[in-house]
């Protein structure tokens, strides 16, 4: 397949794009290039015959027709959405701007493009979405696709939005697209603003690990190598109209999470060991989730597909990256808001 991969410079996207390319498909990465995102998550399949890049915004409607146009690929695979919750409470009209009103513009444009193609039965487009989306559970119980939306944040009401106008687009003008949601994922390539390596890199440099509220807060964690595999796996075998959930089976505390990569970092960094003793509560965010699960069923029974990656694992290999890539992610500790608290409201 030629697959036009939305928001590929980012930390999913060039997941996607790596596995894409290691399988054999060709891929049109299509990104804005905004704060978050880094062209050299995809430096290992850039020179490939089959891998092309095209800087440009999904709010650019102009954009998008030129990019499909010249293209044709067979599937799009929408990733490109700002992400990060504390963000979208400082600021939450680019959260609107891009995930809703951008996910419009990519849908009448690939919706325009299948139409002009003749309706392709094999063409799909696949949205890529978040558990965040179906709110707040309880200690028991697991979200699955008939799950009842309930978002918390400006952040997760924008991920709803988009995926509520990815189906009306399948239901209205039969535009044959897939689904997904995931829950938290972590990895080689994670901007360092997110939970994962703001503590691997604060580990390292001796400096407080700062846990949001009591650290009680519990999610289902998924290494993002195995979340490219899914989605690879949905995109090539999946229904079209049907929605998968992607999980990673491992639920954890974020506190033990923390715990858990600081006795990584007290085997392969000694220097601030026990590294759990930086360990600082924080004030919680406004409006935090207490628990997602996922219950990743139906991806499992109808297409064959479960994590391969256990969490010791993953973040044991997650450490390791970051200890061995510092070139990587030094550059971007200065960018715009990285070590700075945001979401305070």
């Known amino acids: 397949m030629k697959i036009l991969v939305t928001g590929g410079a980012g930390f999913i996207g060039s997941a996607v794009i790596r596995q894409a390319i290691r399988d054999g498909h060709q891929v049109v990465n299509l990104d804005a290039l905004t704060y978050a995102a880094n062209l050299r998550n995809v430096d290992s399949v850039a020179g490939a015959p089959g891998y092309a890049f095209e800087h440009a915004d999904i709010r650019d409607r102009a954009a998008l027709d030129r990019i499909l146009a010249a293209h044709r690929p067979d599937a799009v ?6 992400s990060h919750v504390d963000r979208s409470i400082d600021g939450p009209g680019a959260f609107i701007d891009t995930n809703v009103t951008g996910s419009y513009h990519l849908l009448e444009a690939a919706r ?8 392709p039965a094999q063409f799909r487009f696949h949205h890529v979405s978040t558990d965040e989306v179906f709110g707040s559970l309880g200690p028991e119980g697991r979200f699955t696709e008939d799950s009842p939306y309930d978002p918390r944040s400006p952040y997760s009401a924008s991920k709803a939005a988009s995926d509520h106008l990815v189906r009306a687009w399948h239901e209205t003008y039969g535009l044959p697209v897939l689904l997904s949601n995931c829950s938290n994922n972590y990895g080689p390539f994670h901007f360092p603003e997110k939970l994962v390596p703001v503590v691997i890199l ?23 190598e195995d979340h490219a595999d899914a989605l690879l796996t949905v995109l090539t075998r999946g229904e079209v ?6 999980g990673g089976e491992s639920e954890a505390r974020n506190i033990d999470l ?25 004030p919680d965010r406004p409006g935090h989730d207490r628990r997602y699960a996922i219950d990743p069923s139906r991806i499992r029974d109808e297409l064959g597909w479960r994590p391969s990656v256990s969490l010791e694992e993953g973040l044991r290999r997650t450490v390791d990256w970051y200890l061995e890539h510092g070139d990587w992610w030094r550059p971007l500790l200065t960018r715009d808001g990285v070590g700075m608290r945001l979401g305070t409201g």
């Open 77 to 82: 695979m929408h990733l490109a959405a700002e």
């Open 241 to 246: 109209g049907r929605s998968y959930h992607i």
């Open 202 to 224: 604060k580990a390292l440099e001796g400096a407080p690990i700062p846990v949001y509220g009591d650290g009680g807060n519990i999610r289902d964690w998924l290494f993002v």
């Open 258 to 282: 923390v715990r858990m990569i600081c006795a990584h970092m007290d085997e392969r960094r000694p220097d601030h060991a026990p590294h759990e003793n930086l360990i600082t509560f924080v």
């Open 112 to 119: 325009a493009y299948w139409v002009a193609a003749g309706r």
